[in-house]
Structures are given as C-alpha cells and as structure tokens.
C-alpha cells in the first residue's frame, strides 16, 4: 500500500538533483525515477502488488502514474465512509481512527497471512489503534519515509530483504 506525499512526493523544496519535478492539480510534486522505476519492475514481475493508499486517492492513477512511471489501473483505496480523503496532518499525528488504517485492515483482512508492506510517511507518529493493531499483524511490514526525503533504495532494499526472508 503506497502514499504519495512524503513517500513518492518528497517535500524537498526543488533543490535536489536527479529527481523529477511536475504540477499535478497546482501541487508541485518532486519524486526519484529510480525508486518509482524499481516499484514498477517489482510491479511488473509480480512480485508486489502495488496499491494506492494516498489521499491523491483515484488522482493518484488518474495524473501522477504515467509521469512518475508507475502502472495505470493500480487498486485504489478511499474512506470507507464515502467523505472525502483527508490527510493526516500534523493537526491529526497520532490521532486515533485513521481511514488509512481501516483501508489497511480491510487488505489484510482479505487474505490473512498475506505479507503486505505498507509505506507511509504519517507511519512514524501512531496512535494507539494503530500501533496495537500492527504489533499483532507480524505480517505488516511498515516503511515510514522521511517526509523532505521521501522512499529511499535503502528502505527498498529493506522492503527486499524482508520479502525474501518470508
């Protein structure tokens, strides 16, 4: 499950180079093509499966897929209540009853004891809900990126070393 801001999107002020800069619905958003690249083969080859978990929501296919390289026709998260997607902002860090981690329960739910990792920068600050439903989910892997950097190869490499170990 992928977020865009802070995750594909980092807020890096421009400035950095080798990464590709684009206007998306008046946002300018700043991603690594290799990181998006190396999403895409695993993608590709069939070894994840990625789904968006972003507040872009159906925009996210829809606008960001083709510029940064990723496959169209991805499976799309929303709010289970039907409202819009919001973010969780520094005003909700922490806050309990997350739509993400519904949206999160409803995919593990699905296939118990699929490995599933999901990468979100908001993953850093948890609630409790969210913490305590993660600790008895051996199965979730969380990747937390930091918000100016954005997904690192490192934390692929993570992502890489954990899929292989199960």
Request: net charge negative; glycine share 10%.
């Amino acid at each position: 499950m992928l977020d865009v801001d802070g995750v594909l999107n980092a807020l890096d002020g421009g400035g950095v180079a080798g990464r590709e800069r684009g206007v998306f619905r008046g946002y300018t958003l700043s991603w690594d093509p290799t990181v998006t690249r190396r999403l895409a083969d695993w993608h590709a080859s069939g070894r994840i499966e990625l789904q968006w978990l972003t507040t872009w929501v159906h925009h996210a296919d829809e606008l960001l897929a083709d510029p940064m390289g990723l496959p169209r026709g991805l499976r799309v998260h929303e709010r289970a209540d039907g409202e819009g997607p919001t973010g969780f902002t520094t005003s909700l860090a922490g806050a309990p009853n997350w739509w993400k981690l519904v949206a999160a329960q409803a995919v593990v739910a699905e296939q118990p004891g699929r490995r599933t990792v999901w990468i979100d920068d908001d993953l850093a600050m948890q609630a409790e809900d969210t913490a305590a439903w993660l600790a008895g989910n051996p199965d979730v892997l969380v990747v937390a990126p930091v918000l100016e950097t954005g997904l690192t190869h490192a934390q692929l490499d993570d992502v890489e070393a954990w899929l292989s170990a199960g």
